[in-house]
């Protein structure tokens, strides 16, 4: 309970509903990576038949938050669907990787690659790289949801190659699961997997709502959100649980699962966003954002742990 009050304390004066500055923007978190210094990339789980932009840029470099909206021309075979996760492509400034949940009626199910960029008289704009699709299409055409992905991380191994870790959902079914490989052109070259569960921690969870890979030394600490939420009004729970580390090996990386550490529990709040905050805010390392269902969501900075 201490540590909710202080983590209310600190996000007070930034949090806010997610209602953008600008009406295409998403008005829920379904995940977020950092921007620059004042920004952070945002994507909505908007479906194929929505209008609603996929894409926006939350901005905390003025005195009030502002939501932009970032329009993609075009997404190859049809606009993305229910995006639930996006990390910056390691080595640059503007690009991006963003995941759909998985496979609907045998569509769907892809990784893409993103430059932003911004145009002086359109504002922000995505191009499309390249696409891939991780994980085969289910025998029955759509992906269940324990197996749907909900968090990515991406890093470089030493030999230059992005290696892509995927988060898949579990929920009071079973487990989550790491799925982990390497993005090659157009092909996703997949190397290993592990099942890990929050249930213990946060009963009847998904054990991955979102996923951050966090350096440290040569390895990277994992971090999962885990979440529940019964209905479309909760009551919900989440907490952010380290669960191991990927680590050097063989010129790439393999995962060496640890004991589930809780870094910070979150009451009536459903997190599916989880990013390292802009510069903008000090004196805070991660912040969330949350898909509250019937309540819309809310973006609030962690304060910083012991």
């Given at each position: 309970?201490?540590?909710?009050?202080?983590?209310?304390?600190?996000?007070?004066?930034?949090?806010?509903?997610?209602?953008?500055?600008?009406?295409?923007?998403?008005?829920?978190?379904?995940?977020?990576?950092?921007?620059?210094?004042?920004?952070?990339?945002?994507?909505?789980?908007a479906k194929?038949?929505?209008?609603?932009?996929r894409?926006?840029?939350?901005s905390?470099a003025?005195?009030?938050?502002?939501?932009?909206?970032?329009?993609?021309?075009?997404?190859?075979?049809?606009?993305?669907?229910?995006?639930?996760?996006?990390?910056?492509?390691?080595?640059?400034?503007?690009?991006?990787?963003?995941?759909?949940?998985?496979?609907?009626?045998?569509r769907?199910?892809?990784?893409?690659r993103?430059?932003?960029?911004?145009?002086?008289d359109?504002?922000?704009?995505?191009?499309?790289?390249?696409?891939?699709q991780p994980?085969?299409?289910?025998?029955?055409?759509?992906?269940?949801s324990?197996?749907?992905?909900?968090?990515i991380?991406?890093?470089?191994?030493s030999?230059?190659r992005?290696?892509?870790?995927?988060?898949?959902?579990?929920?009071?079914e079973?487990?989550?699961?790491?799925?982990?490989?390497?993005?090659?052109?157009?092909?996703?070259?997949?190397?290993g997997?592990?099942?890990?569960?929050?249930?213990?921690?946060?009963?009847?969870?998904?054990?991955?709502?979102?996923?951050?890979l966090?350096?440290?030394?040569?390895?990277?600490?994992?971090?999962?959100?885990a979440?529940?939420?019964p209905?479309?009004?909760?009551p919900?729970r989440?907490?952010?649980?380290?669960?191991?580390?990927?680590?050097?090996?063989?010129?790439?990386?393999?995962?060496?699962k640890a004991?589930?550490?809780?870094?910070?529990?979150l009451e009536?709040?459903?997190?599916?966003a989880?990013?390292?905050?802009?510069?903008?805010?000090?004196?805070s390392q991660?912040c969330?954002?949350?898909?509250?269902?019937?309540?819309?969501?809310?973006?609030?900075?962690?304060?910083?742990?012991?």
């Amino acid at each position: 309970m201490r540590r909710y009050l202080s983590f209310l304390a600190l996000g007070a004066w930034l949090a806010f509903a997610a209602a953008p500055a600008l009406a295409q923007g998403p008005v829920e978190f379904s995940g977020m990576a950092r921007f620059g210094r004042h920004g952070l990339l945002v994507v909505s789980d908007a479906k194929a038949d929505s209008s609603k932009a996929r894409l926006g840029i939350l901005s905390l470099a003025g005195k009030s938050p502002r939501m932009l909206p970032v329009e993609v021309e075009d997404w190859g075979d049809g606009r993305a669907s229910d995006l639930e996760s996006c990390c910056p492509v390691p080595g640059t400034d503007d690009e991006f990787l963003l995941a759909e949940s998985g496979w609907w009626k045998g569509r769907g199910g892809r990784l893409f690659r993103v430059k932003l960029v911004h145009h002086p008289d359109r504002g922000w704009t995505g191009r499309v790289l390249s696409v891939c699709q991780p994980l085969p299409l289910p025998s029955e055409g759509s992906t269940p949801s324990p197996l749907q992905v909900e968090g990515i991380g991406a890093i470089l191994d030493s030999r230059g190659r992005l290696f892509v870790v995927l988060g898949l959902r579990g929920g009071p079914e079973g487990p989550g699961s790491l799925v982990w490989g390497t993005w090659e052109q157009e092909a996703f070259v997949r190397s290993g997997q592990c099942d890990f569960s929050t249930h213990v921690e946060v009963p009847t969870s998904r054990s991955c709502a979102d996923l951050q890979l966090v350096p440290e030394g040569d390895a990277f600490r994992v971090l999962t959100v885990a979440a529940t939420d019964p209905s479309d009004q909760g009551p919900f729970r989440s907490a952010i649980l380290e669960i191991g580390h990927f680590v050097p090996r063989g010129g790439s990386f393999t995962f060496q699962k640890a004991p589930n550490r809780v870094l910070w529990w979150l009451e009536g709040l459903k997190v599916e966003a989880l990013a390292p905050t802009p510069a903008a805010l000090e004196g805070s390392q991660f912040c969330i954002g949350t898909d509250d269902e019937a309540y819309g969501g809310i973006f609030r900075p962690l304060p910083a742990l012991p």
